[in-house]
């Protein structure tokens, strides 16, 4: 129940059905029980599997204050806030805000006047090879996913990139020798 989805999802795959699904039983809160059970499902190659469901979103329409009000309920389960997601009215990425923009702006300001409306995204079927180079490409250090349908549904953050870049350092290092 203490660490990201992400991390817990990866010590469940390692355990057998039967056992994987009593330590779920055991978790209290649902929406970390639920994020885990989504997570699960996710093969660890692929940019789901690499996800977390922790991040920070605010709805195109809302003002200033109720963004703020979101940031700090949701901040709460979040370990670094990189970017603040902007989602419509359905869940859909369609944008992304600065912290110093909200900071900034005035109390009565809807999201929409002040959000950049450019934000690179994968989909939860991409490689993970393909979610390193993107990071990469573009100096990022969250990168959004989203469904077929283009909901949010995680991120990903730099310290998972680093892992992967470890592992697939590591297979090419056996592979040489």
């Known amino acids: 129940e203490n660490i990201d989805s992400d991390d817990g999802a990866e010590i469940l795959s390692d355990l057998n059905v039967e056992l994987r699904n009593e330590v779920i039983s055991c978790i ?48 709460e389960e979040v370990s670094k806030v990189y970017s603040v997601y902007v989602t419509d009215n359905y869940g859909k990425l369609i944008g992304k805000v600065s912290l110093k923009k909200i900071i900034i702006a005035n109390d009565k300001t809807k999201v929409k006047e002040i959000y950049d409306d450019y934000v690179i995204s994968v989909d939860v079927s991409r490689s993970e090879e393909e979610v390193v180079l993107i990071m990469q490409k573009y100096d990022l250090e969250a990168l959004p996913v989203v469904n077929k349908r283009g909901k949010l549904v995680g991120r990903i953050t730099i310290d998972d990139v680093v892992d992967v870049i470890t592992e697939l350092a590591e297979e090419e290092r056996q592979l040489m020798s």
Do not use: H
Request: glycine share 4%.
């Open 28 to 75: 209290q809160d649902n929406d970390k029980s639920s994020n885990l059970k989504d997570l699960i499902r996710y093969e660890d190659d692929v940019a789901g599997g690499l996800m977390a469901k922790e991040l920070v979103r605010c709805n195109l329409n809302w003002n200033i204050i109720q963004c703020i009000d979101q940031i700090r309920k949701q901040a």
